[in-house]
């Protein structure tokens, strides 16, 4: 296989692998805000965000041998799963391969929901806010030397949709009709003292 | 023949616990077998479920291997009763022999003996009998104070309050017994029950009595004792008698049944006696509504006190009560009309079952009794005259 | 197989509604009313996916006892 084909393979994989972890972001965001439209009911919105989590994993898995396999970074095996352990670029790449590491926590996760139930999913969910910045600062930092005005397009554009996903919940608050009353109640019926 | 409130005078303080071995005699040393005693006796909870005590006790028993849990449930979250309260104030040591006794029986770890934090003479007068009893009692037991909440008194959440701390109902299964505290089985025991536990053990079989409160529009409202089987004309007869001609009797606190006085008065105050008629008798408290009272005003007055003791857990509840809380404060306000008693009669049949626990069955049941009895009254409410001050 | 909901857990988020309406309504306050808690054999699948689909895992199909 021509080197410059890998190469090319490995920033492309990367580049749609952000793309799609942005759109998972933004439909989670959606999901947790109970978004709903005509025709447009709330299972959609679920179903696309765990499809194209699975899909961002296809292609992260393409992006990741490609470039081990590609004879000009020198990549070992290793360097997918150990952190910071290449000679090439090594702390960019580091980033990558912890970006990697927990979008597969979450994702096994969420498989194995009905095993780990609802609050462990839940905490190991959390993680989606950590992955895709790190993602996203890999994909500047390994694309410094060949960098494009296609790729940083993609990259502007992602971070605007997940900067604005993020406002839009922040201010949003809690979708969950019975979380105030819920906590206002658990107030009054907390145990104050024992003997 | 013994009774409950036997012994020294209700208007002093509690009896002291050599007074109560002098009157009853020490405690029976008794074990596991004790269990099939009471089986025998047919005690009935006195909680409200009226679920035979023995076989609680059996299956808390079958599933302890030292482990068990013992709740002695004080918190009466029933705003009209007073009957728990006026046995931990005047006669702790029977409850205490009844926890001590259901410790031995089920092997349990310990004890946690469950108070209002509001009922201060009732912890006052519990904590200073619990100082009385001998050291391999008192090491087993607890207090634990009981949220001024509704919903406290349910078991599960009486359980939850002690491993959690919170006194929230939780989903069953699994049930108290099952797995309770800390996962162990527990054993959780109405304090009148436990008094009747007492003297079963020195005497092979319960009082035949129990414990009402009468409320409302009788001259000298409060605790009975009465036989089983007493009517309810006759427990409003030793409370003074009815204050006014009374419309309406309330049986069973706030999730008991409404009736017209007519048809409540010959009723036989029984746990059996009444279920055979589709009626509960609950914690015992028989509400008498006089006339110058008006019924359908009461009822939103105690819809909106049940709807604000939701626990938020579980939507239909929370917003179900509100909703019929607010349809029925509303008929009180400005009169009824055919939509206030359709939404009533859907939002009913929506609410009833969908909870975790009954509190939404029992604030429905409620309603259903009172729109069932008087339904004219319903239809026909104007709002009243509202008299300058 | 019976539908069952951990009413404590169930937060009204209604995909359980929108998968299987055949079985699941919601009321006024959006949550769900089981109309039929026995699935036939048919729905059986979409049952199953209204399980995966509840996002707090509230909602559980049970062997029938008895």
């Not at chain 1, 965000?49 to 990549?75: C, E, G, K, Q, S």
């Not at chain 3, 699948?45 to 008895?66: E, N, S, W």
Request: charged share 15%; glycine share 10%; net charge positive.
């Amino acid at each position: 296989m021509s080197d410059t084909l890998l190469w090319y393979t490995t920033r492309g994989a990367g580049a749609v692998s952000l793309v799609l972890l942005t759109a998972v972001i933004v439909l989670g965001i959606l999901s947790a805000l109970r978004v709903q439209a005509a025709g447009w009911p709330r299972f959609l919105t679920t179903g696309l965000h765990r499809n194209l989590a699975l899909m961002t994993l296809v292609f992260l898995a393409l992006h990741i041998v490609t470039a081990v396999v590609d004879p000009f970074t020198h990549l070992g095996w290793l360097t997918a799963v150990v952190p910071f352990s290449s000679s090439y670029r090594t702390f960019w790449l580091g980033l990558g391969t912890i970006a990697f590491e927990l979008l597969l926590a979450i994702v096994v996760t969420s498989l194995a929901r009905g095993y780990i139930g609802h609050a462990a999913w839940r905490l190991v969910h959390w993680f989606t806010y950590a992955s895709w910045p790190i993602a996203v600062i890999h994909g500047i930092g390994t694309g410094t030397d060949t960098w494009s005005a296609w790729l940083l397009a993609i990259t502007v554009i992602c971070v605007v949709a997940v900067v604005a996903a993020i406002g839009f919940r922040v201010t949003a608050g809690s979708r969950d009709p019975l979380k105030e009353p819920r906590t206002t109640f658990q107030a009054a019926a907390q145990r104050r003292e024992t003997r | 023949m013994t009774r409950l409130l036997d012994g020294r005078d209700l208007a002093l303080g509690p009896e002291g616990l050599a007074e109560h071995v002098q009157r009853l005699g020490p405690l029976p040393a008794a074990g596991r077998s004790f269990i099939d005693v009471l089986v025998r006796s047919g005690l009935s909870g006195r909680g409200g479920a009226a679920y035979p005590a023995g076989l609680k006790w059996q299956s808390v028993a079958a599933q302890s291997n030292g482990t068990a849990v013992v709740i002695v449930n004080g918190a009466e979250g029933e705003p009209r009763s007073l009957k728990d309260r006026l046995l931990m104030t005047k006669r702790p040591h029977l409850i205490l022999d009844g926890a001590s006794l259901a410790a031995r029986a089920v092997r349990a770890k310990h004890v946690v003996l469950y108070i209002g934090e509001e009922h201060h003479a009732a912890r006052e007068s519990m904590a200073r009998a619990l100082a009385e009893r001998k050291d391999e009692e008192r090491r087993l037991v607890r207090t634990v104070a009981a949220p001024a909440r509704y919903v406290a008194g349910a078991s599960s959440a009486a359980v939850h309050l002690v491993d959690d701390g919170i006194a929230t109902p939780t989903t069953a299964p699994p049930s108290a017994h099952e797995r309770g505290v800390d996962g162990a089985p527990t054993l959780v025991q109405n304090v009148e029950t436990l008094a009747q536990v007492a003297l079963i053990a020195r005497t092979g079989s319960s009082t035949g009595t129990l414990l009402v409160t009468v409320a409302g529009g009788v001259l000298r409202p409060g605790v009975l004792e009465i036989q089983a089987q007493t009517t309810v004309a006759a427990a409003v007869e030793l409370a003074g008698g009815a204050s006014e001609p009374p419309d309406a009797v309330l049986l069973g606190g706030y999730f008991g049944t409404w009736m017209k006085a007519a048809n409540a008065w010959g009723l036989p105050l029984d746990h059996d006696a009444l279920r055979a008629r589709g009626l509960s008798l609950g914690c015992g408290v028989i509400g008498v509504l006089p006339s110058s009272r008006c019924v359908v005003c009461e009822v939103a007055g105690i819809m909106r006190y049940l709807a604000s003791e939701s626990s938020a857990q579980c939507g239909p509840c929370f917003f179900g009560l509100r909703a019929l809380a607010d349809a029925c404060t509303a008929i009180a306000e400005r009169g009824a009309n055919s939509e206030d008693l359709q939404r009533l009669r859907r939002w009913s049949a929506e609410v009833s079952g969908r909870g975790a626990c009954h509190h939404p069955d029992g604030a429905v049941m409620f309603l259903q009794s009172a729109l069932t009895t008087f339904p004219d009254e319903f239809a026909g409410h104007r709002a009243h005259l509202r008299l300058s001050a | 197989m019976r539908l069952a909901v951990d009413r404590i857990k169930c937060d009204g988020h209604g995909q359980c509604a929108e998968l299987l309406p055949e079985l699941i309504r919601l009321d006024d306050w959006g949550y769900p009313i089981i109309a039929r808690a026995d699935v036939p054999d048919h729905l059986v699948p979409m049952a199953q996916r209204a399980v995966a689909g509840c996002p707090v895992l509230a909602l559980a199909l049970q062997q029938r006892t008895g």
